[in-house]
């Protein structure tokens, strides 16, 4: 049950021994909680403090309940693209249970989002291996390949981005195009590499083997963990863009610049609990290096409609996770 592997979760965050951490002071056994609560009830503060509320939530007035119902709709559907894409990595393992790895991976998501420096990101290896048995090892692999699908598809958004354009030399899109089709080469290299293993001891052979489980099998499996990872990330981009341009972001190329920037800010190391901060720095810096107007009347509308836009990407994980609760099935089957 994914309640068992919460808890396997927080046991492994807070040391060794379930008995040993059950001695300290609740507020130490619960520390990343707290101070994620903090420092969102402190956001909100920040925000009454510099925009105020009302006004915030007039500004989604003003876009009407029609487009954001249905950026809130889109949004969640990528994380349908996301369960199924581990679904296509490991289709033995979970055969038959998509409903459990949708709502795993809608839980694991709202982790992310809201534990600070990427803690959440080890909720997945240990989700994985609670529900479906797996092997922290294999696990987390798969897990490190997806996140070099991400970060290299939002990297290669932002450099067609900065292509774009009459001005733009050639050989600036053939290190496009270089940069676009790298992971190929890259994923051929993958058995030499782990041909390699044969050398290492037993032990370490067995580990290795774990880690290879948790790679693409075969060159068309990797081209459509690829071509997921590029649905996923192009349809979320396109409508935080959308949402940003509704907002009064512009010209277009800045409402995509900023789209990527909150993105790019979400799956770097560096990340605040909930993306509280660097998630809205992360839209204004893009939307000013994509050529929004640097003025202090203009930073004022875009450092409103990043909040805003933050403010949506939270509320669709929220919504994300009420689903997760109401496909909560009363037994281990679907």
Same mark, same amino acid.
Request: aromatic share 10%.
């Given at each position: ?139 987390? $692999?798969?897990? %490190?390949?997806?996140? =070099? /699908? #991400? @970060?290299?598809?939002? +990297? ?5 981005? !900065? &292509? ?21 080469? $890259?994923?051929? %290299?993958?058995?030499? =590499? /782990? #041909? @390699?293993?044969?050398? +290492? ?5 067995? !580990? &290795? ?28 981009? =396109? ?12 010209? !277009? ?82």
């Amino acid at each position: 049950m994914l309640e068992g592997a919460l808890n396997n979760l927080r046991a492994h965050d807070y040391m060794n021994s379930d008995t040993d951490a059950s001695r300290r002071p609740w507020i130490i056994r619960n520390r990343m909680g707290v101070m994620t609560v903090a420092v969102v009830i402190a956001y909100g503060g920040f925000l009454q403090w510099a925009f105020g509320w009302p006004v915030l939530v007039a500004q989604f007035g003003e876009i009407g309940a029609g487009p954001l119902s249905l950026a809130l709709v889109l949004l969640v559907a990528t994380y349908v693209v996301r369960g199924w894409r581990i679904h296509d990595y490991f289709p033995r393992e979970t055969k038959g249970a998509f409903r459990r790895l949708l709502r795993l991976t809608l839980v694991h998501n709202l982790l992310n989002i809201m534990l600070p420096m990427r803690a959440g990101e080890t909720s997945f290896p240990l989700l994985m291996r609670a529900e479906f048995g797996m092997p922290l090892a294999r696990a987390t $692999a798969a897990l %490190l390949v997806m996140r =070099l /699908f #991400d @970060l290299h598809a939002l +990297l290669a958004a932002g450099g067609l981005g !900065l &292509v774009l354009g009459a001005d733009r030399p050639v050989w600036g899109w053939a290190l496009w195009l270089f940069f676009f089709v790298a992971p190929l080469p $890259a994923f051929a %290299l993958k058995r030499p =590499l /782990f #041909d @390699l293993a044969g050398r +290492l001891p037993t032990r370490l052979q067995a !580990l &290795v083997a774990e880690l290879e489980r948790g790679m693409p099998v075969d060159r068309a499996a990797f081209l459509r963990a690829w071509a997921a990872t590029a649905l996923n990330w192009g349809v979320k981009v =396109l409508v935080l863009a959308w949402v940003l341009t509704l907002m009064g972001v512009h010209p !277009l190329s800045a409402s995509f610049g900023g789209a990527l920037g909150g993105e790019l800010s979400s799956v770097l190391p560096v990340h605040a609990p909930g993306g509280v901060g660097t998630y809205p720095a992360g839209i204004v810096a893009g939307g000013l290096s994509f050529g929004a107007e640097p003025s202090g009347a203009f930073l004022a509308v875009l450092g409103k409609a990043a909040v805003n836009a933050h403010l949506l990407i939270l509320l669709s994980a929220i919504v994300g996770t009420g689903l997760a609760v109401l496909m909560a099935p009363g037994s281990r089957k679907d």
